[in-house]
Structure formats: C-alpha cells, structure tokens
C-alpha cells in the first residue's frame, strides 16, 4: 500500500516562504512521477505541481515563479519549496502520484498577516 507523509506547513506572513516535504512508502519512488495538489476551504483540489522521474517540471500559472518542486530518491521525499507566499495560497497541501488513490494527511499552509 501507497503511503504519502506530508509535512513543513504552518502560519506564514504574505511574502514569507516555506517547504514542505512528502515522504513516500510502499512504492519504487524514483521511477514514478509525483504530483503536489492543494485544496482551500470550500474548494475542490487543484494540481499545484508535478516531477518526473527525469526530473522534468510543470507548474498551474498562479504559482509559476514562485514555486519549486523537487525530489530526492534515496529519501523518497519530494518537496516544494514556496517563495512569495500570498493569502490565496492557503490550502491543505497534498503529494501524489498518478494513478494513486491513496492519500495522506496533508500539511496545513495559511498565509495571512
């Protein structure tokens, strides 16, 4: 069974930055492409990001600039590092990857002053 811990989020002023971390189990973490997903309250889940097993990036327009993804495989961890945080990033954060059904916790992330 898939297993995602996701972790790093907290209350952060707008500027401010953050990292959060995903580490993976039950699966051949450096062959697969994992995915970061955010969800805001009263909102459906949105793809923020993805990394492939190459190393190929992709980002949704709002955070393009100001996000970074990025993995390391003898952790089986993907991170994304969060520059320029604005109050519209609030949501629940989520990793994934494509295909799976199982999700983790999430990691709380509120930008507010």
């Known amino acids: 069974q898939v297993q ?24 051949i973490f450096s062959g697969y492409t994992m995915d970061w997903y955010r969800q805001a309250p009263g909102k459906q889940r949105e793809w923020v990001a993805y990394i492939t097993a190459s190393y190929s990036t992709n980002y949704v327009d709002s955070v393009k600039g100001r996000f970074t ?3 390391d495989n003898a952790k089986k961890t993907v991170y ?5 945080l604005k109050p519209e990033d609030t949501a629940v954060y989520y990793c994934n990857t494509p295909g799976s059904i ?4 999430g990691t709380q992330v509120t930008v507010s002053s």
Not at 11 to 22: A, D, K, T
Not at 80 to 84: A, P
């Open 80 to 84: 994304l590092q969060m520059n320029s």
């Open 69 to 71: 993804i990025s993995r």
């Open 4 to 27: 995602f811990v996701e972790s790093g989020g907290g209350l952060v002023q707008p500027g401010g930055s953050l990292r959060l971390s995903c580490a993976a189990s039950g699966m």
């Open 102 to 105: 199982d999700w983790g916790q």
